[in-house]
């Protein structure tokens, strides 16, 4: 039996990155992935392939759309190769998830294809295709991940009704594409077969849409989308969806309790993940799991049981690649005696529709209900020369400041590169600094950053420059 100082559950952001520092500290790492490659959902079937192809559709949009005014005749017709942007889409995962495997070998890392579960709470058997093998770690590592979530109504057949999972890899661009959810992954998917030709309706429970992000976010990402003709049913209440042959009728209630009745070929079911902890036989071990199906850690990312953690999507918290990669790192610097630290509040949150979104800290309504007094400072992107020159207009930064101390407590953008402009705040709120201390530094001319510096300027004493 081959034994270990560490065995991981689970190849995605979390687990592989777990493995790769457990590796690095010097302990005998094996890794186990149910598929045959490596990289979980985010490599495979979200992250990766979901912004391949947000950032085909946006060459297309572009031509479509934009080239002429910039000077760039296309004789013919532009036509979208769908079948070609699907694989291109599956070359980027396949690259990206060739360059995990390389990774493992890299740091000799044992890798273990097949269903990893608890024989105890040292032990792991692993259902292979060629039979069971069983292995021993001192420690354990569950990084199983998330899987879509559905309504107990619907029926997800996989070809008409679908999740992420399948919009990823359509033959067909839709006529009329439902999407049942307002968050990330609708918004970031409904606009990438908007794009396409498709007619887009969001249909959305709560009164916004993104709910969890700040609110003037949510405002002005549904106004652009507005502008590119999605429709939005906010405040729907869905109570049935059903399939006749090419056709998907929903049903809903609106807020008045009316029922609406939206037909399409394609609806998109977007209602959320659920953590993913099917045939891992935690009772073997003892591990407790909370009332939402979610495996309960303490604040070191341990469970009830002392050598078992675990981290990602399958623990509490935002269900994000980032976080879980940084929970990786944390419970393997644990493992060798270190003193890591994560700070929650300061993991950002990215949309990656067309104007990108992009938020860390905390948002206005989490101020406003804590009790704290803030200043608020925002610039339009509209008034940068760089947005100008590449006709990305739409959008802003805001940043939130303590009122007495001008500590910068959140900041919330939406625009072009936001999710690469977020590090910045970020990087402040990581070492406390005030909106002050942003707009004393110098941002490079011309750059969409320079809308970070003005918002600072605005939070200090409203002295923003070029509005």
Known sequence: ????????????PGGYVAAIRC?????????????????????????????????????????????????????????????????????????????????????????YHGIGSFKDATHINIAKEDGQETIEAKNIIIATGSK????????????????????????????????????????????????????????????????GMDGALSKELTKVMKKQKVQFNLSHKVKSVERKGDEVIVKADDKKGQEVTMTGDYCLVCVGRRPYTDGLNLEAAGVKMDDRGRVEVNAHLQTNVSNIYAIGDVIKGAMLAHKAEEEGTLVAELLAGQKPHIDYNLIPGVVYTWPEVAAVGKTEEQLKEEGVEYKVGQFPMRALGRSRASMDLDGFVKILADKKTDEVLGVHMIGARCADLITEGVTAMEFRASAEDISRMSHAHPTFAEAVKEAALAATDDRALHI
Not at 31 to 51: D, F, H, Q, W
Not at 176 to 187: A, S, T, Y
């Open 23 to 111: 590796a690095q500290l010097g302990m005998k790492t094996a890794l186990i992935e149910k598929y045959a490659t490596l990289g979980g959902t985010c490599l495979n079937v979200g992250c990766i392939p979901s912004k391949a192809l947000l950032d085909s559709s946006h060459h297309y949009e572009d031509a479509v759309k934009h080239f002429e005014e910039h000077g760039i005749d296309i004789p013919g017709e532009i036509k979208v190769n769908l079948e070609q942007m699907i694989a291109r889409k599956q070359g980027v995962v396949d690259q990206t998830t060739k360059g995990i495997e390389f990774l493992m070998d890299k740091n000799k890392i044992d890798v």
């Open 1 to 12: 039996m081959n034994q270990y100082d560490v065995a991981i559950i689970g190849s995605g």
């Open 148 to 211: 879509p979530s559905t309504l107990p109504f619907i029926k997800i057949d996989k070809e008409r009704v679908i999740t992420s999972t399948e919009a990823l890899k359509l033959k067909e661009v839709p006529k009329h594409l439902i999407v049942i959810g307002g968050g990330v992954i609708g918004l970031e998917l409904g606009q990438v077969y908007k794009r396409l030709g498709a007619e887009v309706t969001v249909v959305e429970f709560m009164d916004r849409i993104i709910p």
